[in-house]
């Protein structure tokens, strides 16, 4: 069953229309996933990561319009048959019934909204189930009091009648997963699942979707900024900004080789515990307001490494290897000798001598 | 380099502060519960902890939003935890200044940049005349990395992070010796926090401005800290200068925290687990312990016998 | 630049298509040495908030026609008393109980003088301009018992009413308002006391109020002003709290304190700024309000005293002859009824203007 994609999308293209103006939220994005695969789609705030995301959930707002793109998800049957549905065509009716919770769940960040405050718990997980399965109540009782103790909550029989204030931030993130986990989605995505909560809370949601997700061999996608998640979660990670993915590659190429200017931003922003250095290496500026179309080279302007080309004609993606691929011209073979900074690489050095020191722990 | 001396008397200097809020009769909030901290001219003292340590409530406190409901505080060798004599409210209020988290929630949506930045200037009457308020206005925001042309801007205009240098240009335009940094980049983007950091980094080098900056991100608060305590449920548990905390953390719950800091490191990140800690079931009274001195300025707040059992844990 | 705006799409667009058949050549592969422009960036410069509240208002088209219908009923206010020659108190007993005649339109067969009795052999056409051989003279809505025109009375009445409720409306703002946000601001045992003097003052009838008042003072304007004032600032004062308990936690007031603001600095200069959005659209809700009190008490007869007239006093008098002239009494209910809904809409459409959060995603 490897290798089998579950996910493609295709040259995405969505505006919003906005009383100031229309938005350009997302420029072309491609994004393929295969079964059991973790993605980690990584950017700033309003590089369009979520709304790629609300597209596959078919919940985009009212005001948006795809302009081009297809989503296509690929799903089994119950009867065994394997299917293939492009989600941008179906209307939210159908999305509701067929996909929504059943085979795609979705994690938001806070759970304190995502949670129905006047329900227990047990009850907000049953409800999919019941929908979706047509079970019995003492049946889904019964699921949901396993799938409890499966996201670590003990104690399952007593909580399972708790409403979500009567629980500390990180059993309620436990709780949205169970739901999440409720109806046996093929796909998990994951909105900045962690940034609500504690650092030490943070790092045992994230192993227990991790372990779900081994157990399940469910495929997930992260979003997030935050790329000591991305580090400890991903197998693939996509590096957006201003509504497109501007790196992807393998976990590895992108901490280790990282090719485009931001990534190299991004990295350097977070200081690790050994960084020395006096200053942070950073990217000037902030990021673009779409409602303004940027000609050549979105980054262009925060970019230290601009090329004149930059501001004339936007960069494709260059493949570097089978997995990895960035875009930015100074791939081009034509493009000057340039040294990357040298705080990044410190601090690839750095996390390569690390790496092999745990390496050879094991 | 910026240095710090220590011999000198600490610019602030808090001790044994308790800040209880009473919700109802039968019930109090202890958010902060017997604190003491020195800071030190021109230092950083990183204040860690998770949400509902009381590491806000600490900051507030100092800076007089609340009143402290036992303890002392010095400040510039005034008195500051009871009530103030006019002239002391005056100067803590000129000499003290607070960067705020959310910088959407901590700029007037009605007021432009100009006006947000001026306010201490107008309180204080500091200007003689329009022109020498509008001079200091745009040279601050020269300071901050901001243009002149952004004086008659309103917050909406601006990007988060622009946002937030808006804050801090708010906060330096009264020269404070003490700045109180409370959780002001857990709202930005990370390429945005770098800059933010960068930026406060430049400007203690320029000015010799001390800092409490409070957060729960340790890599940062290790980046930026000189000094650094660790603050669970009201108590600090273990404070020391940033190598003495991050090279030999003492107590378990510092132990626990540092062992959870994400790093971007896919390798390394793939093999590494949380030490966990719970409190509940750890055995641990905070309210029994004192500060015991571990070597140099480390300090870990605990029993005889537990001092023991954390040291044998370590091993 | 490199962000161009929207508006000239046509341009870049333009320079899109050259640059999409653009072939790059080796000089472009350089490095741009002037980074001057990155620290800066313009490109996050939005429209003022009360520039785009104005273009959500001028979007919503519920709002608009309520304006417009304002505008037109005010202007008529104003100036349609005096598009003829009658006077409001002008009685003309000759001349009464006139149906509508309009020049011009009579020759349709509306609007031409004529109305249908009923008698008590069945039903009877009759005009009483050609009964009182009156040929020239028109009555646009028609004369009133009196033989008042009620054209001139109408439009009177309704700049009587609108002068009432808008004053009230406006004296109802200020004092609600400070009281709320002073009952706010300072919480604790002010706020105890200041609020149960407004539940002690919320649960005397309004009726009770004006009656006493009433006896006090003489009946006219002034008095149902004050009348309407001691009722209607409780809302107001309501809202006002509201929102004062709302933003006075906000990091932007925290550190206007850590600055050493006073109170009056913070809670005029800092909060009340921010509310203006739902003080506004209260005052609009509390319009319709006070024109229909208004209304009520002219109809009970506690209102203006006669000959001056208000909507409610025509609507009052128009009800003794409404099975006989049923016309008397149609202008001013279309008016009032016009008025009461249009302020409606206008602080409906005010209200999702200044909060756009309000509305639906």
Redesign the interface.
Known sequence: MENKKILEINNLDITFTT????VHAIRGIDIDLEKGETVAIVG??GSGKSVTMRAVMGIL??NARVNSGTVKFHYTHEDGSDAEVDILTKDKKWIRQHINGKRIAMVFQDPMTSLDPTMPIGKQIMEGMIKHFKISKAEAWERALKLLNEVGITNAEKRIRHYPHQLS?GMRQRVVIAIALSCNPDLLICDEPTTAL???????II?LIKRVQKERGISVIYIT????????V?DYVDVMYAGKIVEKGN??EI?YEPAHPYTW?????????D?DD????????????L??????DAF???N??????????EPPMFEISKTHSAAT?LL?P???K?EIPVEIRNRIER?KS??KL??S?? | MRKIDYTKEPLLKVEDLKQHFKMNRNYTVKAVDGVSFSIWPGETYGLVGESGSGKSTVGRSVIRLYDPTDGKIIFDGDDISGKMSRKTVEDLRVKMQMIFQDPMASLNPRKNVGDIIGEGLDIHKSYKSRDERTAKIKAILKKVGLAEEHISRYPHQFSGGQRQRVGIARALIMNPKLVIADECISALDVSIQAQVVNLMKDIQEETGTAYLFIAHDLSMVKYISDRIGVLHLGHLVEMGSKDEIFDNPVHPYTRSLLSAIPTPNPIAEKTRTAIPYDYASSGIDYRKGTYHLIDGTHYVKCTDEELKRFTEDKQ | MIFKKKKTAAASNAAGNVSEAYVPVDADFEFIEDNADISIDSNYAALGFWHEAFLRFINKKSAMIGFVFIALITIFAIAGPNLNSYTYSEQNLSEKNLAPRIPGIEYTGFFDGSEVMRTTNGFKKVNGYFDKKLPTTFYWFGSDNFGRDIWTRTWSGARVSLIIAVAAAVIDMLIGLTYGLISGYFGGATDIVMQRILEICNGIPRLVIVTLLLLVLKPGMITIVIALMLTEWMSMSRIARAEMLKLKEREFVLASRTLGAGSMHIIFSEILPNIIGPVITQVMFSIPTAIFTEAFLSFVGLGIPVPQCSLGSLISEGFNSFTTHPYQIIPPIIVMALLMLSFNLVADGLREALDPKMKEQ
Not at chain 1, 198 to 204: L, Y
Not at chain 1, 266 to 273: E, G, W
Not at chain 1, 304 to 313: C, F, T, V
């Open positions: 009383t100031a103006g229309e700033e705030s707002a009212k931030g504690d650092v030490n809370i943070q790092a045992k192993e900024h935050d790329l000591g998640v991305v580090a400890k991903a976990v590895n901490f931003g991004l990295l350097s922003a977070m200081p690790d515990l960084t006096d200053r942070l290496y950073t990217i000037p500026g902030s990021p673009p307001n409602l303004y179309e940027p000609e050549g262009a302007p925060r230290s490494y601009a090329l004149k080309i930059d501001r004339l004609k011209w081009d034509r493009a000057p340039f996390m690390v790496a745990e390496g722990d094991e």
